[in-house]
C-alpha cells in the first residue's frame, strides 16, 4: 500500500488548502526548527494507519488518498463543531444568562471511496456519530445504526464491522485489504531512543484452541516473529523463555545489526510471562524483550551496555522488520556513524519512507536519477501568512526549483545537503 496524497482543511496551526503529493519510494521532509516537521509526520503515521482516535477532542478536517493492488482508496474524515442556528431576529433574552454558552460538541465524520479493478465497482461507505451506510456503484446498499463512538475505532475497523453486510463477492475483495491494514504499525521512529525503550516493554500473547492458533491484540512485532513463537511454545513452556540466534534468520534485524556494528555473535531473548491451560486449548503470553551480543573477541555486551548510536542503529533495524511497507523516521542520521547511515538507507529497500534530517551525512546516500525523481521526493515545510495568523505551510517544491535544483545536482561536484540550502529548501 503506498501513501498518495494528502489534503488539509483543518489541522492545528497548518494552512487550511495544503496539498502533498508522494513519492512510492523515499520522500525527504526538509525544513528549519519550528515548521512543523514532526508534526507532519506524527500526521502521516495517523493517515496511514488510519487511527485518529488520538484527536478525539480537537478540530481537523483531511483528507488522504492511498493506492493498494488491486484498489485505490479515498478517505474523508473530520471531526468539527455542528453549525448553530442563528437566533431569530427581534428576539432577545429577558434575562442575561450568567453561564457562557457551552461550545457545539464535535460531530465525527468519515467516508471511504474504494474503486476496485477487474471487474471494477465503486463503493462508498460513510460513517458518523448515529450510523454507518454503503453505496454500491452509485446505488444505496444499505445502512445501520452505531453504538459506539466513531473515532476510537480506526477507519480500517469500522470498515470491518460495515462491511460484513456487503455482498459475499465484495466481502472477499477486501479481505486482502482489511488483513494488511489491520497489521499497519507505522509509528514515527523518534530521533531519540524512545523506540529502543519500548520495544523491551512490547508483548505478545496467543491463544491455541485444538490445532489452530490465534494472535490476541495487534502488537508491533517483527513479521517473522509471531511464527517462531508458535513453533516453539513447547521449548518456552520448558525453559520459560525463547532464545533466537542471529544467524538463524539471515535477513533479520538481529543479523544485520551484528553485521553492520561488527560484532560476532547476537541473541534475542523473548521471556514467557503466563501460561494458562484449559479445554481443547490454552494461552501464552511473552514480554521482556532482550538482547546480548558478543564481540569478536568473545566478550559479552549486554543491552544496558549499548552506546547512544548502537542502540539507535538496532531499534531502526527492529523498526524495519516490523514495518515492510512504511518507515517514518525522525532524524534519521541522529548518533549514526555515516557507514551505518549508509546501510540503513539501503535497508528501506522499496518502502514508502518520509524522512527527516538536520544532518547533511543522510542527503550524502541518497540519489536521484531523474528531475522527475528528484521533484515528487521532497517536501517542504515553512511559515506563511494566512488571514493575518502564521501557519505552517507544507508544499511540494515549485516545479521550476526543482528543475534548477536537478539541474544542479546533475552537474556533480556540490553536495545534496548544499543544494537543497542553495535552492531555499533546507
Known sequence: MKLTQLRIHRYRDVAPGSTLAFSPTLNLVLGENGTGRT????????????????????????????????????VRVRNERAAVAPAAPGVQALVRSQEPASEAPLDPFMELTIQLHAPAARLVMRANAEGVS??????????????????????????????????PELKERLKELLRHTFLLAPARFDESLGMFERIGQSQFAMEMRGEDVFPLG???????????????????????????????????????FVTLAGLGAGR???????????????????????????????????REHLSHGQKRLLSLLYYLDVNEDFVIADELA?????????????????????????????????????????????IHCGLAMHEGHERKAWTNPPADVAARLFADYARGGTPLGTLLRLHGLW
Open 134 to 167: 454503503w453505496e454500491v456503484d452509485g446505488q444505496p446498499a444499505y445502512s445501520q445504526n452505531m453504538y459506539w463512538s466513531l473515532l476510537d475505532r480506526t477507519v480500517w475497523v469500522v470498515l470491518f464491522l460495515a462491511a460484513q453486510r456487503l455482498a
Open 334 to 378: 541522529n548518533g549514526l556513524h555515516p557507514r551505518w547511515v549508509e546501510g540503513c538507507v539501503r535497508e528501506l529497500g522499496d518502502r514508502q519512507s518520509f524522512l527527516t534530517s538536520q544532518n547533511p551525512l543522510l542527503f550524502d546516500y541518497v540519489s536521484f536519477g531523474s528531475y522527475e525523481e528528484l521533484h515528487s521526493s521532497l
Open 268 to 302: 534475542f531473548r523473548v521471556e514467557l510471562l503466563d501460561k494458562r491451560s484449559y479445554d481443547n486449548g490454552g494461552r501464552l503470553e511473552f514480554g521482556q524483550f532482550g538482547f546480548e551480543f558478543t564481540r569478536k573477541d568473545g566478550s559479552v555486551l549486554s
Open 218 to 256: 495487534l502488537m508491533s512485532l517483527p513479521t517473522w516473529l509471531p511464527g517462531v513463537l508458535r513453533e516453539r511454545a513447547a521449548q518456552a513452556t520448558t525453559t520459560g523463555h525463547i532464545d533466537v540466534r542471529h544467524d538463524e534468520f539471515d535477513r533479520s534485524f538481529l543479523a544485520r
Open 39 to 74: 508534526t507532519l509526520l506524527d500526521l502521516l503515521a495517523r493517515a496511514i494507519a488510519s487511527d485518529f482516535s488520538g484527536l478525539l477532542h480537537e478540530e481537523f478536517s483531511l483528507e488522504y488518498a492511498l493506492a493498494f493492488p488491486g484498489m485505490d482508496l479515498h
